[in-house]
């Protein structure tokens, strides 16, 4: 099974990812959590991503697709995998069908949690992440509407988009996920 996970910040993907990953025995691979325990570490990728990241704006391309090639490239990848948090933008969307084709490979759906914007806010500002206060949440769900909602018509138009209503509690979002792909 090979997923793409598409919503805003704060729209719960991280937390289906983890748990659908974990139950069909794929990796979630969150290119969040990738950057954040790169800054943790301080090794020359989380050198490069920090300031991006606490402003709220996306971390340069090159970035972001070196780290999706090799990881992608893993061998506890080859069987399936979730992607979180990536692709991000039109370039990176492109990119990715382009490494997939280099690798014959190719995505099975992807999944819209679709939420509300005050359920966004509300639940970005009671996680409490470092990137989570007031002034970057704003400019994250900026850039997400300017540069990542266009993925939505994207995904749409070649009949790859799955809609889950993300407003929910964990686990009725989660059997919503569920009756989605079984239905697919
Ligand atoms: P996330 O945990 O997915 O909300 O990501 C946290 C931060 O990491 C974002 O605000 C961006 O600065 C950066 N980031 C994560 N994924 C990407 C991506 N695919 N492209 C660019 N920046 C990203």
């Known amino acids: 099974m090979r997923l793409i ?13 983890e ?18 325990q790169a800054v943790t570490e301080q090794s020359p990728l989380g050198l490069q991503a920090k300031s991006y990241m606490d ?5 340069p391309d090159d970035l972001i697709m070196g780290l999706i ?5 893993q061998v506890d990848a080859q069987q399936g995998w979730i992607l979180d948090g990536f692709p991000r933008n039109l370039d990176q969307a492109q990119e990715l069908n382009k490494l997939l084709q280099q690798m014959n490979q190719t995505y ?9 914007k005050e359920a966004l806010v509300t639940r970005m500002l009671e996680r409490g992440r470092k990137d989570d206060n007031e002034a ?8 997400y509407q300017e540069q990542t909602v266009p993925l939505i018509k994207l995904y749409r138009d070649v009949n790859s988009l799955l809609v889950v209503d993300g ?14 792909l079984e239905a697919k």
Not at 69 to 73: A, F
């Open 5 to 17: 996970f598409l919503g805003a910040p704060g729209a719960g993907k991280g937390t289906q990812a």
């Open 19 to 36: 748990a659908l990953a974990a139950a069909q025995n794929i990796p979630h691979i969150s290119t969040g959590d990738i950057l954040r």
């Open 55 to 59: 402003k709220g704006e996306l971390v």
């Open 69 to 73: 090639k090799e990881r992608l490239g």
């Open 108 to 116: 099975d759906k992807v999944v819209y949690f679709e939420v509300s």
């Open 136 to 143: 970057t949440v704003s400019r994250r769900l900026d850039v």
């Open 167 to 180: 407003n929910a509690d964990v686990a009725t979002v989660s059997n919503s996920l569920r009756e989605a």
